[in-house]
């Protein structure tokens, strides 16, 4: 068990200090954190608002100190049927991010908009470009970790500094943009894919006041599709590609939805995903997911299948999203809805 914690404690290590300003934060359920992954998703729901909150244990199983994600967000489609066929998305994030007993941390809070461009005279096809601003923190608390010079030929002795030149944390802006074409072909039919660029300024990482270490900007694309196969089985698979320095991610999936009632809109989806990091393969994750009345709560876990699973016993994370899309006043059927959004 030792050699399993003290594998794991290295493994956390390096991806905190060496490749943390390499990758970001992810969520397995990726369709269910649209503005985390391209600011052009702003908006893009049937309805007038959406409020989604993700939350991610990572290694909770194996660890105390386990990694902690969670991530609020809100956004709205806007001027719907007063713009022509076009319509304006704008929303708020949030995320927070705590890793390890050092605490290293992240939190961010973002503003995006987009600007969704009819491509045909049915409003059944558009194409969306989104713009994202964020403001973020990170910090790391030193008093927990333990260094080699602290050790006083016999045993660790707290009192003794360190010698290490670190500070303890120090903020940036982030800028983001991206691309989103979606397309309802038909009741039966609806595609979509999309290509963001984030962290475009590629702000310092750096810890020490002396030296630049720069986030590398992240590319993703993304696709996805709802294909209805009768009146109440539907397929929505979706794939997400993440390029980031050197480091890669693919994950594909589906899920299979069963609509048990429309007039209420209430359905019932149960699905598994596939996560490579290149070229390596790195989770599995199953998921299910449950809609009533505009509310969308679905669960997932992931199971390691990385090199990492000597440590975990093949144990990831689980994982929680909530959504819920309204709209402004009482929908009786005389509210103007020209558009028709992709499912996600």
């Known amino acids: 068990m030792l050699k399993k914690i003290t594998f794991l404690s290295l493994c956390i290590f390096h ?15 990726f369709t269910a954190s649209p503005l985390n992954i391209n600011p052009a998703m702003t908006g893009v729901f049937n309805g007038d608002y959406r409020v989604i909150a993700n939350y991610r244990n990572q290694w909770g199983s194996v660890i105390v100190n386990s990694f902690d994600t969670r991530a609020l967000s809100a956004d709205f489609s806007l001027f719907k049927g007063k713009m022509g066929k076009d319509f304006v998305g704008a929303g708020l994030s949030i995320f927070s991010d705590k890793a390890g007993a050092s605490q290293y941390g992240t939190l961010q809070i973002s503003g ?3 600007y969704n461009k009819a491509l045909n005279s049915f409003a059944n096809q558009y194409l969306s470009m989104g713009i994202q601003m964020g403001y973020a923190q990170r910090s790391i608390n030193f008093s927990n970790l333990q260094f080699g010079s602290q050790y006083d030929g016999q045993q660790f002795d707290p009192n003794i500094t360190s010698g290490e030149g670190f500070g303890s944390g120090y903020s940036f802006l982030d800028f983001s943009s991206g691309l989103l074409w979606y397309y309802f072909i038909n009741s039966r039919l609806n595609v979509y894919s999309g290509v963001s660029l984030a962290h475009i300024n590629r702000p310092n990482q750096s810890f020490f006041s002396n030296t630049s270490d720069r986030l590398y900007s992240r590319i993703a694309v993304q696709a996805g599709s709802e294909i209805k196969t009768n009146s109440n089985f539907s397929y929505l698979p979706a794939v997400l590609l993440l390029r980031q320095g050197p480091s890669q991610e693919i994950d594909l999936g589906t899920y299979v939805k069963y609509e048990v009632d429309a007039a209420k809109a209430t359905a019932f989806y149960v699905g598994a995903w596939g996560r490579l990091a290149s070229p390596f393969a790195d989770a599995l994750m199953f998921s299910t997911k449950i809609d009533y009345r505009g509310f969308s709560l679905g669960i997932s876990y992931d199971v390691n299948v990385s090199s990492l699973n000597v440590a975990t016993n093949k144990r990831g994370g689980p994982e929680l999203a909530l959504t819920y899309i309204g709209n402004f006043g009482k929908d009786d059927g005389t509210m103007t809805r020209p558009v028709i959004c992709p499912r996600f």
């Open 112 to 114: 995006s908009l987009s």
């Open 15 to 29: 991806f905190a200090f060496l490749s943390g300003s390499a990758q970001d934060i992810h969520f397995s359920q």
